[in-house]
């Protein structure tokens, strides 16, 4: 009894130490950790530290399944921790910002993120949730002074893998390709647990797919789920990968392995579209149902879905909804993905001249959006053919296919489309004289 016994307290001491860190942890030990530490709370509720353990696992486990109940049992166990050891505890102040990342609620993750930096200046888990908070506020100069001060602390070799998969995502926005699969080819390469691991190896599976990769998109996500089956991110990225590669029927089995073990909206919205694109009606709109209903579960549980449900409405639905949901959405938290879907949905609803203000701002490294993302420069180009300028919408409808030709099942053979009827670029003229 000994040995199963010493085997299950170090798995939760691993999988507390994860939550705390904010690295990834293991589905199973995560249910064992959150058990254990209800027990705790129940016996002694002015445990302030088993509080903060336990709303950062119910974060972790809402992450790992898509339950958007555990939202607010995280945030009735975080805001408990912060009320009995007071104001100043980082580890709930972390796990919160966490939370509000995990809710699209930058505003707050900022303010919680910064609060937990000025409890603890050189405890480094607050720094990756306050950079997502600072990107999805589009104050990138703030992203990146947060990576500087996060890659300048000292930090053990299990930390390390973490710090070169966030700094991944952050060379990823500013359009830096090469280091940034460098940066998480190396944390793959240290991560120290399968779940960990696993992480890593669906962000590079998706910088492949980004760069239109589909072989080694594909390996990267297989490889992933093999080492953690309940890593659903990247089942769906294998889905998206079979289906470019022409491998239909495994491409669906893919899918609905995803939705089995986290039935995201954007994962049900990525289905459906698939569906549509095969001309499969009737299984295309059960998927945008589950969508929606997946939405509701979200909203009810403090979850910001405008900009999920903008993108559904401007391609499937009512696009001045969208405008509305989304033009509400960018004065709270203006970041690149609001400015592309705003600007989209404007499109969608004819105003062509306001949608390429926001279009540029997604696309224009100048101006923020140094990620060089296909359906980004897709509809700005099909905002400019629109308005008639002809070579910049040749130009960045070139763009999304070379970025990565297989980007949409519904879009790519539109931008295609839209490519050959605009024409070869026409020569230039003879200067007079």
Sequence with gaps: MRGPRRRRGAALASAEKAVLGGLPAALPDLTALIG???ALVRAHPRDAQAWAVLGAAYVERARRTADPGDYPRAERALQTSLKVAGKNNAEALSALAGLAVARRDFPAARRFGEEALKAAP??????????????????????????????????GADVKPAVRARAAAVYRDRGWREDAVAQVTDAAAAARTPAEQAAYLCQAGQLAWER?????????????????????AARAGQGRALAALGRTQDALTAYQGALVHRPTPQVALELAELYESLGMG???????????TQVRRELEA??????????????????????????????????????????????RAGDDKEALRYASIATD?????GVRSAPYAFHRGMIERDLDLEAPARRHLQDALRFNPYFSPL??????????????QPPEEPLPG
């Design 212 to 232: 239109g990769d589909r072989d080694d998109a594909l390996r990267h996500f297989t490889a992933a789920v093999r080492l953690d089956p309940e890593q659903s």
């Design 302 to 347: 403090g979850v910001d879905d405008d900009l999920v449900i903008g993108q559904y409405e401007a391609d499937h639905g009512d696009a001045q909804e969208a405008v509305e949901r989304l033009t509400a959405e960018w004065e709270r938290q203006p970041g690149i993905e609001v400015a592309d879907a705003l600007g989209w949905a404007l499109h």
């Design 365 to 369: 490294s100048t101006k923020g959006g």
């Design 411 to 424: 879009q790519a053979p539109v931008a295609k489309a839209a490519l050959t009827a605009l024409g070869d």
């Design 122 to 155: 050189k405890r480094w888990s607050a720094y990756p949730v306050l950079i997502d908070a600072y990107d999805g506020l589009g104050d990138y100069k703030a992203a990146g002074s947060a990576l500087d001060r996060l890659t300048a602390l000292k930090v």
């Design 282 to 292: 009737r299984q295309a709109e059960a998927q945008y149902e589950l969508m929606r």
């Design 36 to 38: 254990a530490r209800e």
